[in-house]
């Protein structure tokens, strides 16, 4: 966080890029687990109540106790936002590598109704609910851009806790929720207070 405090010190807009370099590990390993597994045993793509705290109780970190905003103002770029796909059918990953993208036989891609992706903010992560296996290869593609089918406003969350490094603690009481599963993503989390404070928007905004 003293990066982040830092960059933020200076230009309060590299905290997204923060956001991406904390992610990008995430992404990657998600993206390589395909090839690392037995065939159709890839990592499961990562929902929004698993973001932060998977093992915390679900009203407090679930999407759905947030508010809901318009999804159509939202877009997020493939070649360098945080989106996090779980290809973990070997088959259809392999096909969609080596057909979707610019110069290949199905052509650049492009969004259809198989993407289904929740774009939570503030942090500007786009969470996949459904095509993984294209949506990772325009990733590794450099190329595509794609409209969420929902985007949530869960800055609620940060009023609510905190991370200490070690524990998500609960504000109000000092208690801690659980432990920090991720040092990256207790990052992240905190990176979301600063995006807040600053008024930093992700994502692109039509």
Not at 95 to 119: C, P, T, Y
Not at 125 to 149: D, K, Q, R, W, Y
Not at 160 to 188: F, L, N, S
Request: hydrophobic share 40%; net charge negative; with cysteine.
């Amino acid at each position: 966080m003293e990066l982040a405090q830092d960059v933020a010190a200076r230009d309060p807009r590299g905290l997204l890029d923060l956001v991406r370099l904390y992610t990008r590990p995430i992404q990657t390993e998600l993206l390589l687990s395909c090839a690392k597994r037995p065939p159709h045993e890839g990592k499961a793509e990562i929902a929004p109540h698993q973001l932060f705290m998977p093992s915390a109780r679900l009203v407090l970190t679930s999407h759905s106790h947030y508010p809901q905003l318009d999804e159509t103002q939202f877009e997020v770029d493939l070649a360098k936002d945080p989106i996090l796909p779980g290809p973990w059918y070997r088959e259809r990953y392999a096909k969609a590598l080596s057909e979707v993208g610019s110069g290949k036989k199905s052509g650049a891609w492009e969004q259809d109704g198989n993407h289904s992706v929740a774009a939570i903010l503030p942090w500007g992560i786009a969470c996949v609910f459904g095509g993984n296996h294209s949506i990772a290869a325009g990733i590794l593609a450099g190329e595509g851009v794609v409209t969420p089918c929902e985007a949530w406003d869960m800055s609620g969350l940060l009023a609510k806790v905190r991370c200490d490094g070690i524990h998500y603690v609960e504000i109000e009481t000092g208690k801690p929720i659980c432990k920090m599963h991720d040092p990256k993503m207790g990052a992240v989390f905190e990176i979301g207070r600063l995006l807040e404070q600053h008024q930093i928007t992700p994502l692109r905004r039509l």
